[in-house]
């Protein structure tokens, strides 16, 4: 049974899947999306209503309703992180999401605006910040400590003992080796391996694949 009603900021497919997930799996009533006035082309979104942000407290007050900020990592989290103290400044409770499909092992509850989906192991003592976003299938090693405004793609590992500073961006297949330091602003893509800390605004890459100089059918697979 749904007990609390949710207005959802954003327009895009991250909002099309926070719904997803907010009506499936969880005490929340999604009533309608919502974007700031320039962005607004139409009046509804996924059949239901699109208000303005500008505007949103005439239609659907602070007072009985929370919000969820539904944005991606451009920009480093930062357009993310700026809905979300919008949000917070109109006087809104931000909801979080954390799939009953998690292994959700850590005594310490989460900050606020919180996306964390399906097959994510958390382990004991992990402390996880406001508007941070966990993508299927993440290893969070005890004792991590992830602060505010980050986004963890698919498949990550993050060993023990590990803190992840602000606005970080980290890539699907990643590993971060234990007792290291993920400066804010760190771009991690795709497939790399950590072994020490990162530098502010630092971009790590991994080795790239080559192309071998035979083709799939002059290979013999045993």
Known sequence: MKTKKLVIAGNTSNARLARYFFDIDSDYEVVAFSVNKEYIKE?????LPLVSLEEIE???PASGYEM?????????????????????????????YISSRCSFLTQFP???????????????????GNN???????????DVKIEDHNFISS???ISGFVTVKRNCFIGVNATL???????PETLIAAGAIIMKDT???????????????KKSDEIQIS
Not at 132 to 142: D, K, M, P, Q, R
Not at 177 to 183: E, G, L, Q, V, W
Not at 199 to 213: H, N
């Open 110 to 128: 989460t900050g606020d605006n919180c996306f964390i989906l399906e097959d994510n192991t958390i382990q004991p003592y992990v402390k996880i």
């Open 68 to 96: 969820f900020v539904a944005v991606g990592y451009t920009n480093m989290n930062k357009i993310r992180e700026k809905l979300y103290h919008y949000c917070k400044e109109k006087g809104y409770t931000l909801a979080n």
């Open 155 to 157: 498949h990550v590992v």
């Open 177 to 183: 080796r234990d007792a290291i330091t993920i400066a």
């Open 58 to 60: 005439k239609s659907y």
């Open 199 to 213: 530098e502010e605004k630092g971009v790590y890459l991994p080795a790239r694949s080559t192309k071998f100089d």
């Open 132 to 142: 941070v976003v966990l993508w299927s299938g993440n290893h969070i090693g005890h």
């Open 43 to 47: 009046d509804t979104f996924e059949g």
